[in-house]
């Protein structure tokens, strides 16, 4: 069964984690499952990019990029060549290592 390490962030993982993840699971979905409240606005449609993740180690395992996640991350705050959305991340047998970036988009709006 392929682990998740969630790298520290200050509000929703302060003291970062390891879980395990099920194979064609969604690093969201095994996120939520874990008690890591990563947000998710638009209810893991692909609609929005609150659930934004930079995949550090493991990124090539996951499953290719479609065109509409493309899309929705060009929109992301703090974009990075290894970014992903939770929601359509899909786990596959490799060990993952994950950042949720700092802020999102909601974030920022609610900053202003």
């Not at 929703?12 to 998710?40: F, K, M, Q, W, Y």
């Not at 479609?66 to 929601?87: F, H, I, Q, T, V």
Request: hydrophobic content about 40%.
């Amino acid at each position: 069964m392929p682990q998740i390490i969630i790298l520290p962030h200050h509000e929703v993982c302060p003291d970062g984690a390891v879980i395990e993840a099920n194979t064609g699971e969604t690093v969201c979905d095994a996120a939520l499952r874990h008690g890591i409240s990563i947000e998710h606005a638009c209810e893991k449609s692909c609609a929005c990019t609150t659930c934004h993740v930079v995949v550090r180690e493991g990124f090539d395992s996951l499953g290719e990029l479609d065109e509409l996640e493309e899309d929705m991350l060009d929109k992301a705050w703090g974009l990075e060549a290894e970014s992903r959305l939770s929601c359509q991340a899909v786990v596959a047998d490799d060990d993952l290592v994950v950042e949720i970036p700092r802020y999102t988009l909601n974030h920022a709006s609610e900053q202003h």
